[in-house]
């Protein structure tokens, strides 16, 4: 909103605020925003959470570990979104599309996983929203996300699959691009979900990979470095620019709280709105496949639980110790710390190969 703001004040008084339509300026102050409000808020949500008894139940066949977290403040998710929203419609263009798309995206899968986090700790029903609700709900929220972005098309680049490492290959999809798109959303919803069962796990490889999408949103939303890199320019996705920095900002506030040993948990609010938010933007900025490679960690994660699941009803027999493939690591010996910063090596190491992509074609 600031946006119009500085065009107003440019236009009638002072041209030094057309500073303000700088995209990287205003991603700087996106991620200092939403930092700002995690770490003024966190704390007063955190007490709020406790004195309700909002807290974190506890499996009883997972890592003994676990079993002095019991209690801990959860629903945290909700301090993450709040902070992206404000941010966001701080300093972003309110006129850009894709601003709503995604941010609605992220609500909206915030709000599901609220309900479901809503209905097992504070109605104490253990079960949640059940998993036919759930799924049904996402996929409500991905189809829509889905048909506003195949609508609302204006140039051929954006409905185009592009592979990796390849400066000419690029699919065309047509109307695919709908189910396409609604499978990356509902896919990287769970995938971060699934990641999220150790303290940071999840908050910091999604910060990565947000930090990461900005960089591909800019460049893809300039024509003169798209061309120059070979990959698509898609005209006004350089604003989600804006909105990555605020998951950055939003994230790294909500580790301040959520580092080991951790004060409060994201809860499905928030995991499941991260996770759709990815999606979204990587949709936006046709990088699909880059999104499967960045993320690794939550792909791995959600294997190992697909491939658990199916060799316990085929064979009879447990693939890992526990899935997630976290656990498993635990359940062998490895303490909580050692798994968590080992993902987040991996991580590192898997965005940097995404990032490479922009320049090895």
């Known amino acids: ?14 041209t030094g605020f057309n500073v303000f339509q700088y995209l990287t300026l205003r991603g700087i102050l996106g991620v200092l925003t939403a930092l700002s409000i995690s770490l003024i808020v966190g704390p007063a949500l955190i007490r709020r959470l406790s004195h309700h008894q909002i807290g974190q139940h506890i499996r ?18 909700a301090l993450i979104l709040v902070a992206i929203a404000v941010a966001t419609l701080l300093w972003a263009d309110p006129r850009n599309r894709y601003i709503w798309i995604v941010l ?7 709000a599901i996983g609220w309900m479901d986090d809503y209905k097992k700790l504070i109605l104490r029903n253990s079960k949640g929203l059940s998993a036919r609700a759930k799924y049904s709900l996402q996929s409500c929220a991905g189809l829509t996300a889905a048909l506003l972005l195949y609508f609302t098309v204006q140039t051929p680049a954006e409905t185009q699959l592009i592979v990796p490492f390849f400066k000419s290959v690029a699919l065309n999809l047509g109307w695919l691009f709908i189910p396409l798109t609604y499978f990356v959303i509902v896919g990287s919803s769970n995938a971060v979900n699934l ?17 990461a999408l900005a960089v591909f949103c800019y460049a893809s939303g300039n024509r003169i470095f798209a061309d120059y890199l070979g990959i698509p320019h898609v005209p006004g996705v350089g604003e989600l620019l804006v909105f990555c920095a605020a998951m950055v900002g939003a994230g790294l506030g909500f580790l301040w709280f959520n580092a080991y040993p951790a004060q409060v948990f994201m809860g499905d609010v928030g995991a499941l709105a ?7 933007v990587a949709v936006a900025v046709r990088q699909e496949l880059v999104l499967f490679v960045m993320g690794g960690v ?9 491939l658990q699941v199916a060799s316990f009803k085929l064979t009879g027999r447990r693939i890992f110790r526990m899935a997630p493939l976290h656990h498993h690591f635990e359940l062998k010996g490895w303490p909580e710390p050692k798994v968590i910063v080992r993902f987040w090596i991996i991580t590192i190491m898997l965005v940097l190969i995404g990032l490479a992509t922009l320049k090895i074609r």
Not at 1 to 8: G, S
Not at 69 to 76: F, L
Not at 104 to 110: E, H, K, M
Not at 298 to 306: A, K, L, Y
């Open 274 to 280: 991260l996770g759709a938010a990815l999606g979204a």
């Open 1 to 14: 909103m600031l946006v119009l703001l500085a065009e107003w004040l440019t236009n009638n008084f002072y």
């Open 60 to 77: 009883e066949d997972g890592p003994k570990s676990h079993l002095a977290k019991a209690g801990t403040p959860t629903m945290g998710g």
């Open 298 to 306: 939550f792909v791995m994660e959600t294997v190992s639980v697909i």
């Open 104 to 110: 609605g995206v992220t609500l909206a899968f915030g």
């Open 195 to 211: 990641t999220d069962g150790l303290d940071g796990l999840a908050i910091v490889p999604t910060v990565m990979v947000s930090a």
